[in-house]
């Protein structure tokens, strides 16, 4: 059985909640990190009884110390299982997002948070839905229904299921990762991400080594679009090799402007997922 993964994940700023966890919170609570003083009259717990200060005090009166309590956030993982998403050369984009799964299940049971799955390709896919809870093997089951989900015998849009997936979440707190290939037009994105506004959003983007790269140029190449499954054959000119990696940049760009203008900072997932890379990526997003 091999080790499980883990990466580290914070939020900017500090969470509202009321149940114990690891984030910096909001509420009064049995925490280290020191707030205020406070009347022994409005907070009657002796316990935290501060003499000095009491004395000190004017007018006299009995104070106590208050302190900041580290609290638990909802964390929801949203996975496309479109079409495209089966795509892959040695382990399709679909795996990768599996693996990720596995290891935020886990990271999450060791920062005391519960996690939640939501799937969609054209709809909502209801089989795919796993509530918010906290365990160690939350991850392991989650990446195996991902691992074994059948696909769907529709060709609508991979991404038109989204907005029905994101209604559910409308409103609601916490974090929520996103992961998709995004290989839909980013125009829908904006309307979508309007229902999670109040949640910290990370888009995982999981990309094949063979989209991103072309092969050796002066040969006849195969393709197949894997949403419509409509197939054409290219000439791959050198030029049209250049034009191919000039396309990558460009949209490597827009999703990161796209994205980076709803305070959703994209990590992007290329051939095998990173879980330390990921871990820097919330430590340079949180700064």
């Known amino acids: 059985m091999k080790?499980?993964?883990?990466?580290?994940?914070?939020?900017?700023?500090r969470a509202r909640g009321f149940r114990p966890g690891s984030h910096p919170g909001t509420s009064f609570?049995?925490?280290?990190?020191?707030?205020?003083?406070?009347?022994?009259f409005d907070h009657p717990d002796p316990r935290r009884l501060d003499l000095r200060a009491s004395q000190r005090s004017v007018p006299q009166q009995w104070l106590v110390r208050l302190h900041l309590?580290?609290?638990?956030?909802?964390?929801?993982?949203?996975?496309?299982?479109?079409a495209s998403m089966r795509f892959g050369t040695d382990r399709t984009k679909l795996d990768l997002a599996a693996d990720f799964v596995e290891a935020l299940g886990y990271s999450a049971f060791r920062a005391g948070d519960q996690v939640g799955m939501l799937g969609?390709?054209?709809?909502?896919?209801?089989?795919l839905f796993v509530p918010p809870r906290h365990g160690r093997a939350a991850g392991d089951e989650m990446a195996a229904l991902l691992r074994h989900c059948v696909p769907?015998?529709?060709?609508a849009n991979g991404d038109a299921g989204?907005?029905?997936?994101?209604?559910?979440?409308?409103?609601?707190?916490?974090?929520?990762?996103?992961?998709?290939?995004?290989?839909?037009?980013?125009?829908r994105l904006d309307a979508a991400l309007d229902r999670l506004v109040s949640a910290r959003v990370v888009p995982i983007v999981i990309w094949d080594k063979a989209e991103i790269e072309p092969p050796d140029a002066g040969r006849f190449l195969p393709v197949r679009d894997m949403?419509?499954?409509?197939?054409?054959?290219?000439?791959?000119?050198?030029?049209?090799?250049?034009?191919w990696r000039e396309n990558v940049a460009r949209r490597r760009v827009e999703l990161k402007t796209a994205l980076g203008r709803r305070g959703a900072h994209p990590f992007f997932v290329?051939?095998?997922?990173?879980?330390e890379a990921l871990s820097r990526h919330f430590l340079e997003s949180a700064a």
């Open 69 to 82: 309590q580290r609290v638990a956030v909802p964390v929801q993982v949203i996975v496309d299982v479109s």
């Open 152 to 155: 769907s015998p529709h060709t």
């Open 227 to 243: 949403e419509t499954g409509g197939k054409r054959t290219l000439w791959l000119r050198p030029r049209l090799a250049q034009q």
């Open 162 to 187: 989204l907005a029905r997936t994101l209604d559910r979440l409308a409103g609601r707190r916490g974090l929520v990762f996103l992961v998709s290939d995004f290989h839909w037009p980013l125009t």
């Open 270 to 275: 290329e051939g095998a997922f990173d879980a």
């Open 29 to 40: 609570g049995a925490g280290q990190e020191f707030a205020m003083h406070a009347r022994l």
């Open 120 to 127: 969609f390709d054209h709809e909502a896919r209801e089989d």
């Open 3 to 13: 080790d499980p993964v883990e990466f580290h994940y914070r939020l900017p700023g």
